[in-house]
């Protein structure tokens, strides 16, 4: 089952649409708790998966 499920993950991992998805998964499970902490790691972990601005390399 993995062998055939990661090439298809690591596929998708690339797409914006599945790393919104993820964020978006992290925000619901943090908006259940009430401390401080969880909510700058999604934040941070948003920053770096959808940045604002373009790199170009």
Known sequence: MLLILKP????????RAFKE????????????TDNDLDDLAVKHLRDLLLPDTRIEK
């Open 21 to 32: 998805l993820i964020v978006a998964m992290c925000e619901k499970v943090v908006s259940r």
């Open 8 to 15: 298809v993950l690591m596929t998708m991992w690339k797409s």
